[in-house]
């Protein structure tokens, strides 16, 4: 399974910026899809998940009413929209890929997934 990331960049506060997320080597549809992001200096974390069929979403807190998560099955991609951004948004944000097909169990943990992509970053400027 192959994770390929794009879409990153530089942004200011308050503006917009959709980051993408292209998946290969087995039926993307199958599986739910999150979003992670990791700032310097701290954890990696979640932020968005989506279920297999699409029908349910999750975000952290921090997030929550400014970025959506979205996928297209039919063409194998899940997406990050992310408005108003704020500088603590800054950060290398990952796509995985779910390890369990048509399972969104525990969906907001990294360890319910088998797949990641290489990042891209995302830099805030205040």
């Known amino acids: 399974v192959q994770l390929v990331e794009s879409g990153g960049g530089l942004v200011q506060a308050g503006g917009s910026l959709r980051i993408s997320c292209a998946a290969s080597g087995r039926t993307f549809s199958r599986y739910a899809m999150g979003w992670f992001r990791q700032a310097p200096g701290k954890e990696r974390e979640f932020v968005a998940a989506i279920t297999w069929n699409g029908g349910d979403t999750y975000y952290a807190d921090s997030v929550k009413g400014r970025f959506t998560i979205s996928r297209d099955n039919a063409k194998n991609t899940v997406y990050l929209q992310m408005n108003s951004l704020k500088p603590e948004d800054t950060a290398v944000y990952y796509c995985?890929?779910?390890?369990?097909?048509?399972?969104?169990?525990?969906?907001?943990?990294?360890?319910?997934?088998?797949?990641w992509g290489q990042g891209t970053q995302v830099t805030v400027s205040s």
């Open positions: 995985a890929a779910a390890a369990r097909s048509y399972s969104d169990y525990l969906i907001k943990a990294e360890t319910q997934y088998a797949y």
